[in-house]
Nanobody
Framework: QVQLVESGGGLVQSGGSLRLSCAAS????????IGWFRQAPGKERQGVLC????????YGASSVKGRFTISRDNAKNTVYLQMNSLKPEDTAIYYC?????????????????WGQGTQVTVSS
């Protein structure tokens, strides 16, 4: 059974950092691109960053460039989202998702396995 589990969310002050983890089970992570998405109350789900099986990345949100980075540890079957210089507008539920391809996709509909999400709240 394919499963993705996010962790690492929480409450942080503006300017702080968090590292989110996405642990995969039931499939071989290194054959899939993994994306991070976020959804704030009343807003559509937004792509944040994606990492392909070869380590290539795709930004979905220009607002996180220079602040967020994505990495993967295939041995641990885990993908990480390092978030620095957090801002109140980064507040959202963050989800990780897998696409059935080694390459990132810019389309949310291409991601067919999703985690349950982890809440990130940035206070001003």
């Amino acid at each position: 059974q394919v499963q993705l589990v996010e962790s690492g969310g929480g409450l942080v002050q503006s300017g702080g950092s968090l590292r989110l983890s996405c642990a995969a089970s039931g499939f071989t992570l290194d054959l899939h691109a993994i994306g991070w998405f976020r959804q704030a109350p009343g807003k559509e789900r937004q792509g944040v960053l994606c990492i392909g099986s070869n380590g290539g990345t795709l930004y979905g949100a220009s607002s996180v460039k220079g602040r967020f980075t994505i990495s993967r540890d295939n041995a641990k079957n885990t993908v990480y989202l390092q978030m620095n210089s957090l801002k109140p507008e980064d507040t959202a539920i963050y989800y990780c998702a897998a696409v059935n391809s080694p390459h990132c996709s810019g389309y949310v509909s291409d991601y067919d396995s999703w985690g349950q999400g982890t809440q990130v709240t940035v206070s001003s």
